[in-house]
């Protein structure tokens, strides 16, 4: 009796995460709807904090010769700093999304999450992959109206497959390069959506070379825990030889890292 009592009371004691501490991964329908409705308080509070970041960028670091000459009419007391003025360019953003299977649940909350904070951009392009890519950025722009079935139309109306029904960055990296290369520029950062998960085939590591260099700033963001990376047909580790790759389980950690690594 006593024994029951205690898991009884342990159950009882136990907190279930908050919606932006569950993993993409395992999130069920109903965690993804919650998920969903926070995408706009998240937005508002991330474009806060970019805007307050362009701030501190615009007032730019000291003009030295400009500082001493303003001096000699005071005889340098006081001596008041001239700062060298910065317009910080809003960033052009290309997102590279693997949307298949269990990874599609991370893939359209980050979509939706981009499409919320669109006006912190100069451009937004949006890609989705299985194993053939197809640019969505049309459909994500008239998917804030209907957020819930915005992944679902996308796997029907996007060309993303061939003649299987499996993941493939091999060659979806490849085509991305052959056929929408020009979207990634000097001013681009781009951000791959994905597992790593190659199901055994070429991962075709120079398309993610080129892509990385062709782009002012690249990461890969990562649902699986990094104790997984590298595991089973996780090519996880040779892409991070050329792509920084990070760790995001959840849409707490989605949001620091968009908070962290969009430029200003």
Not at 15 to 43: H, I, N, S, W
Not at 108 to 114: K, R
Not at 184 to 190: C, I, L, Q, S, W
């Amino acid at each position: 009796m006593a024994e029951r009592r205690g898991r009884d009371e342990i159950a009882r004691r136990a907190v279930a995460p908050t919606a932006d501490r569950v993993d993409f991964l395992y999130a069920g329908k109903d965690r993804l709807a919650e998920l969903r409705r926070t995408v706009q308080p998240l937005a508002r509070k991330l474009a806060t904090r970019m805007a307050a970041r362009r701030r501190r960028a615009a007032r730019g670091t000291i003009d030295l010769r400009r500082t001493l000459r303003g001096s000699l009419s005071t005889g340098g007391v006081p001596m008041r700093p001239v700062l060298r003025r910065r317009r910080p360019a809003r960033p052009e953003l290309v997102l590279l999304c693997d949307v298949s299977g269990s990874v599609s649940g991370f893939s359209d909350f980050t979509m939706l999450l981009v499409q919320a904070l669109h006006d912190q951009f100069s451009k937004v392009r949006v890609f989705a992959f299985v194993n053939r890519i197809d640019e969505v950025t049309g459909l994500l722009e008239h998917g804030a109206a209907d957020p819930e079935g915005l992944g679902a139309r996308i796997r029907a109306e996007a060309d993303l497959t061939g003649y299987h029904g499996s993941s493939d960055y091999g060659v979806a990296l490849g085509e991305f390069i052959e056929r929408y290369g020009a979207a990634v520029g000097p001013r681009t950062t781009v951000f791959v959506l994905g597992d790593a998960r190659t199901n055994m085939s070429d991962p075709n590591l120079p398309a993610v070379r080129q892509i990385a260099e062709q782009a002012r700033h690249a990461h890969w963001l990562n649902p699986e825990p990094r104790s997984l990376w590298g595991t089973g047909d996780s090519a996880a580790p040779e892409y991070a030889g050329s792509i920084a790759m990070h760790e995001c389980r959840n849409a707490h950690q989605l949001g620091a890292l968009v908070s962290r690594l969009i430029p200003v």
